[in-house]
């Protein structure tokens, strides 16, 4: 992982949330709030806008920098989440280094352990956690067996559409759909929506490169 791929995904996600604003938005409205494809514009807008003040700084601190801007003007259940992922991902980083695939891989798993820890929830609760721990799982087993990475890629955009659409059938035990119990059955959780568009997003960019 390098700067250069970061700016370039960070630009890449802002464009594929917007492009998929309908879906998003009618998922939040559906079992949430209606507001969450709002906040994800504004993240993904205000990291892609931070290019200048980025793109001659170190990876870590590069991730750091992205989540304490998170963390200090997104709103909603999921900007503290994300803020933790990318902070945790750069401390991570920082720590353990980032050029090989399975570095890259160790650093995504202490991201989404941070959400874990954060919002207390885990797999099938219905949350963005049901994209992304699976993800994670897969990332780093298929890091560790040398895979390259555009097979790895590949893999994580599959397995990121399973979890995403194994949401459909779950009760929310976390968020605020965890309210409406059974009325949440047959509906797609909106975090594990915008998770699925953006590892996507970053996957397309490998498999281009
Ligand atoms: P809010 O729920 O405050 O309106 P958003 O609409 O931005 O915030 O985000 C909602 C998404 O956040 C949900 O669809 C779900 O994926 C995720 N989420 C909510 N609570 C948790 C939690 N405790 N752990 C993990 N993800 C969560
Ligand atoms: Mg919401």
Redesign the pocket.
Known sequence: MRTAFILSASQAIHAAIVANEAEIESL?RAI??G??YV?MRRASEMIASMQSELDDQPVDVVLNKIGMKLLSTLG???GP?FASFFMAMGKTAKENGHESLLQTAAAFAAGVQA?IQR???GLGEK???DVLIPASTTFTTLAAQDKPAKEIAEALKKTADEGLESTRNLIAT???AAGLGERAIGHL????KSCQVMIHTVCDLVLKG
């Open positions: 939040d949430g709030d507001d969450h906040n909603g259940a999921s989440l959400i919002g207390k929830a949350t963005m956690l976390k968020g605020r959780d909106a975090g594990a």
